[in-house]
């Protein structure tokens, strides 16, 4: 089993950064990808960014990319203890409930693929 921790939410003003801390305790070498989805108000939760443990892969959605970057601690040789979400260019539509979660499969946007989550960080952009 895989416990994930999020740290790093708060208020940030429009057009500022914020960086996002998950730290995975547990059996994380089972794990392949970690990865950070978000839920606003009213809306539906959605995928962010993931990325997984060999090789690096990443996947960002659309709405984030170029604006958002997911790394991991490399402390370790393809550890997933820590990975972080940088946040550039903060918009309100941003501000959301963020969780970060584990799978054991490659970067995938899909929240059914994977199977340990936080609890969750809030980040709240003001205009």
């Known amino acids: 089993q895989v416990q994930l921790e999020e740290a790093g939410g708060g208020l940030v003003q429009s057009g500022g950064s914020q960086v996002l801390s998950c730290a995975a305790s547990?059996?994380?070498?089972?794990?392949?990808?970690i990865g950070w989805f978000r839920q606003g108000p009213g809306k539906e939760r959605e995928f962010v960014a993931a990325?997984?443990?060999?090789?690096?892969?990443?996947?960002?959605?659309?709405t984030v990319k170029d604006r958002f970057t997911i790394s991991r601690d490399n402390a370790l040789d393809n550890a997933l203890n820590t990975v972080y979400l940088q946040m550039n260019s903060l918009k309100p539509e941003d501000t959301a409930v963020y969780y970060c979660?584990?799978?054991?499969?490659?970067?995938?946007?899909?929240?059914?693929?994977?199977?340990?989550w936080g609890q969750g960080t809030q980040v709240t952009v003001s205009s």
């Open positions: 979660a584990a799978s054991f499969f490659l970067p995938t946007d899909s929240a059914d693929s994977y199977v340990s």
């Open positions: 990325i997984s443990r060999k090789e690096d892969r990443v996947k960002y959605a659309d």
């Open positions: 547990g059996h994380t070498a089972s794990i392949s990808t």
